[in-house]
């Protein structure tokens, strides 16, 4: 049995010759690994540690060329200018892109959000490039995912709060619905163009689609249900319906305590849920997989949050071994971390979670 067969099998509820298995890391961890083991690519790694998922880049910009700011930012093709932000200190440091300002922040009207002239568009973006990054992922026989990067990533709340600003898009969400509508429509419009031609471009080759937005903080979601219901939820559909289109696995990442959610999660026909992220109130991983595992799946639920960076050796493999006595039983569950391994993580325990998979994880 191959990793694509593996992976199509438990996403069927039934269970393979093993659980599947994937790795998420920063690049900065890629880094680290790839120097330890002496190893000169991704494709390397994700061989070392076994992983049954390979994930494509997707199509390339090829719009209009984006500003460089006096102040040294970068507009994205939101037209959000974005800094390199460094944290920690040497080995244990790293960048991440952050917001440096919001071009809708100050904008009091639904004509204004409609009209504004950087709305990205699909036109820009060559989707030739797809095909072949499409079937050299299918060659190797792995599961092969679309998910891009944090800005050609299906979601509506995050590119909202980039473009409107945090605070300022969960009040309209409140007090100004309309120009929230108006700016979830405007994305929503943008992302299924976007996927629909690079599944087209993939030529059956793309097995999952993963979608990514986090509705939940550590105690609950960021808004109430039937917000999410009456803003969120016919976008969030709507990328799910373009996936089965093509025939893919549609997949989500949500981080935070988003339970309430997931009972309109299976109701828009989502196949996947990332992660069951076990640090939150309310994620009680165990009875989620009672109440919800015969109608989706579940990718992901290792600590990173604590048991990763600050946990033992032991500890590690305690975890992994309870998450797949608990969530692998009828298939259903692909083991994962519940979000990128951070640079703070120690080598050992990244290492115990991967031999603790091989020893545990066979049906």
Request: proline letters at 4%.
């Amino acid at each position: 049995m191959d990793s694509r067969e593996r992976v199509l099998l438990a996403l069927e509820h039934k269970e393979p010759d093993r659980v599947p298995i994937d790795y998420w890391a920063t690049s900065e961890v890629n880094a680290m690994l790839l120097k330890r083991y002496g190893l000169s690519s991704q494709e390397e790694l994700l061989e070392h540690f076994d992983s049954d998922f390979r994930y494509i880049d997707g199509p390339e910009y090829i719009g209009p060329e984006l500003t460089v700011r006096d102040d040294g930012s970068k507009e994205d093709h939101y037209g959000v200018p974005r800094k390199s932000v460094s944290y920690g200190e040497g080995s244990k440091g790293g960048t991440y892109s952050e917001v440096a300002e919001y071009p809708l922040e100050k904008m009091t009207s639904v004509e204004e959000i409609k009209n504004y002239s950087k709305w990205p568009k699909a036109d820009w973006f060559d989707y030739d490039c797809v095909c072949e990054q499409a079937k050299r992922a299918r060659d190797t026989g792995k599961i092969v995912t679309f998910m891009g990067d944090r800005l050609n990533r299906c979601a509506l709340l995050k590119p909202a709060m980039y473009v409107r600003g945090v605070e300022q898009i969960l009040m309209d969400l409140y007090t100004n619905k309309e120009i929230a509508k108006a700016i979830f429509d405007k994305i929503a419009e943008f992302y299924c163009e976007y996927v629909r031609r690079t599944l087209e471009a993939g030529e059956g080759n793309i097995d999952i689609l993963f979608t990514g937005d986090d509705f939940g903080t550590q105690q609950n979601t960021f808004m109430p249900i039937e917000l999410w219901r009456e803003l969120i939820k016919d976008g969030f559909k709507q990328f799910i319906d373009v996936g089965h289109e093509f025939g893919c696995n549609i997949a989500h990442h949500t981080c935070g305590s988003i339970i309430v959610l997931i009972p309109e999660f299976i109701d828009c026909g989502l196949d996947i849920l990332n992660p069951l992220q076990p640090d939150v109130e309310g994620m009680d991983y165990e009875k989620i997989k009672a109440d919800y595992g015969s109608d989706i799946s579940f990718h992901g639920a290792i600590s990173i949050q604590k048991t990763m960076p600050y946990g033992t050796v032991e500890d590690v493999r305690n975890e992994v071994k309870d998450r797949i006595e608990k969530l692998a039983p009828g298939g259903g569950f692909i083991l994962c971390t519940a979000h990128n391994i951070q640079i703070d993580t120690p080598v050992e325990n990244i290492e115990a979670l991967f031999e603790a998979y091989q020893e545990f994880g066979r049906y």
